[in-house]
C-alpha cells in the first residue's frame, strides 16, 4: 500500500461499492468547505443511502502508516469528533497496522467499527488464485523515417517556412496539428496511427521477428494536418513512414496479496491480489483481483495510478 493512503482508500472504496445495495452512493476524498470557502475537512470514504424512510450516512477513515506503528487511541478520538461533528450514523476506522489496545478500548466504547488490511502469504490465496504473473504482449511501433510531402497551392515563402520547420524537429517535436480537434502530434504518433490503421499489421510479428514496414499516409480534409509557420499554416499532403514493429513480451508478477477483514474478529470481508505496474498508453495502470468472502465473487480490474506513483 502507498504510504499517503490514497490506494488504501481506494480498496476500501471498491469492495463496500460492491457490496452494498443499489441506492447507496460511495465518493472517497470527499472535501468539505465552510461558507467562506476554506477547506475544513476530507472524508476519506463517504457512504449515503436510504433504507427504508431513514438516510444512513457512513464514514470510513483509512490509515496506511507503516512507520508509524499501530493506530493510536487518539486518531480514534478524531473519528468520534468527526462523527459528532458531521451527523455520521456510523465511523468505521481501517489500519493497515492494527490498533493500539487504547485504540480498541476507545472504539469499543464510542461505537467504532475497527477494520483492518493485512498482508498475506500467497500460498493462503491457493484456494481461488491460481497464477503467480501474467503476460503482457505489447505491440510496439518503432519510426526509422518519414518523409513529409507538403501541399504544392501555398505560397512558396510559406513552403520554404514550413520545411524549415521539419528540418529541425525530431520524431518527437509536435509539428503537426489538426485543425479539426486542435490537437497536436509529433511524427512518431502519426505513424502510430497509420499502423493502426492497417488491418492486421502486427499479424506473424513475434517476440523475436520484428518486421520492416513501409506506409504512405494521404491526408484529406477530414483528417488532415498542417505544419505552422510565422507566415502561416501549410497543409500535409501525405507521409511517407519507414518503420518496424515488434511485439515485447513482459511478466507482470503478483507484488501483493491482502485481506481486509474485521479486526476483532478477523472475519474476512475480502481478498485480493495487486500486480506489478504497467504502462500502458503512458499511462500507470496495475491489474487487480478481489475476492468478496461472503459471496466468492471475483472481480479482475485494470486501475490507474496517480502520477507519482
Given at each position: ?6 490506494q ?13 445495495p ?22 476519506d ?34 473519528l ?17 497496522t ?98 493502426q ?32 509557420t ?48 504497467q504502462?500502458?498508453?503512458?499511462m ?19 486501475r ?6
Open positions: 500500500m502507498s504510504s499517503d493512503g490514497k488504501l482508500e481506494s480498496l476500501v472504496a471498491f469492495v463496500e461499492e460492491k457490496l452494498l443499489l441506492g447507496f452512493t460511495v465518493k472517497s476524498n470527499e472535501r468539505v468547505f465552510n461558507g467562506d470557502g476554506i477547506q475544513v475537512a476530507e472524508f470514504v463517504e457512504i449515503r443511502g436510504k433504507v427504508g424512510s431513514t438516510t444512513i450516512a457512513w464514514l470510513i477513515e483509512c490509515r496506511d502508516r507503516p512507520g508509524h506503528g499501530a493506530a493510536p487511541g487518539s486518531w480514534i478520538e478524531q468520534v469528533g468527526r462523527k459528532n461533528l458531521y451527523g455520521f450514523n456510523k465511523v468505521t476506522a481501517v489500519s493497515t492494527g490498533f493500539a489496545p487504547g485504540a480498541s478500548t476507545s472504539a469499543k466504547r464510542e461505537g467504532i467499527e475497527l477494520r483492518e488490511v493485512k498482508s498475506l502469504d500467497p500460498s493462503e490465496f491457493a484456494g481461488w488464485l491460481h497464477i503467480s504473473d501474467v503476460r503482457q504482449i505489447k505491440q510496439v511501433t518503432d519510426l526509422k523515417r518519414a518523409t513529409i510531402f507538403l501541399s504544392p497551392t501555398e505560397p512558396e515563402k510559406v513552403i520554404q517556412a514550413a520545411t524549415a520547420v521539419i528540418a529541425n524537429a525530431t520524431g518527437y517535436d509536435e509539428i503537426l496539428h489538426s485543425p479539426s480537434s486542435g490537437l497536436a502530434a509529433n511524427l512518431t504518433q502519426a505513424f502510430l496511427i497509420a499502423v490503421s492497417v488491418e492486421a499489421a502486427f499479424d506473424g510479428v513475434t517476440s523475436g521477428q520484428p518486421r520492416k514496414i513501409q506506409l504512405v499516409a494521404n491526408y484529406s480534409d477530414e483528417d488532415r494536418y498542417v505544419i505552422q510565422t507566415l502561416g499554416s501549410v497543409e500535409v499532403a501525405q507521409i511517407k513512414f519507414l518503420g518496424e514493429l515488434r511485439v515485447k513480451e513482459i511478466n507482470i508478477p503478483v507484488i501483493k496479496t491482502a485481506e481486509y477483514r474485521h479486526a476483532e474478529t478477523g472475519e474476512p470481508i475480502s481478498q485480493f491480489a495487486a500486480f506489478a505496474p504502462s500502458i498508453l503512458e500507470d495502470l496495475a491489474l487487480e483481483m478481489h475476492r468478496m468472502a461472503e459471496s466468492g465473487e471475483t472481480y479482475v480490474i485494470m490507474r495510478l496517480p502520477d507519482d506513483v
